[in-house]
């Protein structure tokens, strides 16, 4: 038997992102949009992995392909975070995204949360969509192109997810007993959690000096936090918590049982052979 | 920059090369009909060709990029095929021939009159049955079997079918 043809070896993220000038980048506005980048790359990528977690056991089978394809694209999404951030550092996309400890990860703590049942990724991932368009709207005139171009691409995308968890979460929340129960639950484990995707930054200010961010953080959640309310009231659901956005909803001492989990299932090849191409 | 005389011919000779590139996971559609291809440029012996991707996690981009590679060898010293962003891929780019043969393969074109609402609810217009014409269909998934695709069912014909999503 002669040996298979050797397949090109390639690395988990493509390199797809085209290479843009960093030179003209002051070092405080870097290193306020690297921070930014990591924060969107890491929300992307964690609940991705979190939907990947339903191929095969959702309770419908178009289920299981939706969940599938948004998995795919919130990773899509987060590589191309992750490679726009190791070219303005100089880094790796790869090693950023499967090369820190668990507890170096930087997503909003509402995606600390396990996927847990149907209800509740439900309700979680359309706190987070409508969080995520919000955040996505206040970067669409951003003064960093590279960034402004992504975002009116992944806006288009995204529209498809939230079109797609609203009508969800109506259908849970329109039918009493186990279905609407189970929501109300989830709502009310995640109402003060779904503020952390708005946590704040400590480039905040940098970033809105230089017209990247269209507004300081804490008015986002303003904005998202009118709408949410809105679609949330309108449907008798559990109301957001009050308050602002907690200070520690990015950076904890200690990531949550289930994200470690997490971590361990999406670094198994990594930590199985370091450097391994795919 | 405008093409000069002598690399407008190249240039010509390049586009029509590039209709026999397929998107794999839509082979009866060139990647210029789907307007993958954002831009072709002769700059002395150097050749380069932007594609646009349809969808920022489309798995099929990269095997457009070495087709794309394969196919115009030759036709420069030097040819590079990048990835751009810089104009965002809508599917107001498939041209009108691209809607002909998706529709032919028994895909629905993606709706042209939806604009560009960008509201928390967006509501996606009813796709044509690709088989009867009728409208009388319902979206069965927004999601299907590749990123760029939703699933609809026709009720006049009773026929399930896929519409490219309005991105």
């Known amino acids: ?278 | 920059m405008t093409p000069t005389q002598a690399t407008r011919p190249l240039e010509s000779a390049v586009w029509a090369a590039l209709h026999d590139v397929h998107d794999p996971e839509i082979p009866t559609v060139s990647v210029v009909d789907l307007g993958i291809v954002g831009d072709v440029r002769v700059e002395g012996s150097r050749l380069r060709v932007e594609l646009l991707p349809t969808f920022v996690g489309c798995p099929a981009l990269e095997v457009m990029r070495t087709s794309v590679e394969e196919r115009l060898r030759g036709f420069a010293a030097k040819v590079e095929v990048a990835v751009s962003f810089a104009q965002p891929w809508t599917s107001e780019r498939i041209t009108a021939e691209g809607r002909r043969r998706l529709r032919q393969s028994g895909f629905a074109p993606p709706p042209q009159d939806a604009g560009d609402d960008h509201g928390l609810l967006p509501q996606l217009p009813a796709a044509d049955c690709p088989y009867c014409g009728s409208r009388n269909t319902t979206l069965e998934n927004a999601f299907g079997p590749t990123l760029c695709r939703s699933i609809y069912y026709c009720a006049d014909c009773r026929q399930p079918f896929e519409q490219f999503k309005m991105v």
């Open chain 1, 1 to 278: 038997m002669t040996e298979p043809a050797r397949l090109p070896t390639r690395q988990l993220l493509q390199p797809d992102l085209p290479a843009f000038d960093t030179r003209g980048v002051e070092p405080a506005l870097r290193e306020a949009l690297a921070e930014l980048l990591l924060t969107m790359a890491d929300d992307e990528f964690v609940l991705g992995f979190w939907d990947s977690e339903w191929t095969g056991i959702a309770p419908l089978l178009e289920e299981d392909v939706a969940f599938s394809s948004l998995a795919q694209d919130e990773i899509g999404h987060a590589r191309v975070w992750y490679e726009m951030l190791a070219q303005l550092t100089g880094s790796d996309a790869d090693e950023i995204a499967f090369g820190r400890q668990a507890e170096e990860y930087r997503h909003a703590r509402l995606l600390d949360h396990p996927r847990t049942d149907w209800a509740f990724s439900i309700a979680r991932r359309w706190l987070y969509d409508t969080a995520d368009s919000v955040r996505l709207a206040g970067l669409t005139r951003s003064s960093f192109a590279p960034l402004a171009e992504v975002v009116a691409k992944v806006r288009r995308e995204e529209r498809y997810h939230l079109l797609h968890m609203d009508a969800w979460l109506r259908r849970l929340a329109g039918h009493p007993g186990e279905p609407r129960d189970r929501l109300e639950g989830a709502l009310t484990t995640l109402r003060s959690d779904a503020l952390s995707v708005f946590a704040p930054l400590d480039g905040e200010a940098t970033l809105i000096a230089a017209g990247v961010l269209d507004a300081p953080i804490a008015e986002l959640a303003d904005r998202w936090r009118s709408v949410a309310s809105g679609v949330l009231s309108e449907l008798g659901l559990p109301a957001l918590a009050e308050g602002l956005p907690p200070l520690d909803g990015r950076s904890r001492a200690e990531p949550s049982e289930s994200f470690r989990w997490l971590w361990s299932e999406f670094t198994t090849v990594r930590r199985l052979e370091e450097g391994v191409t795919w």
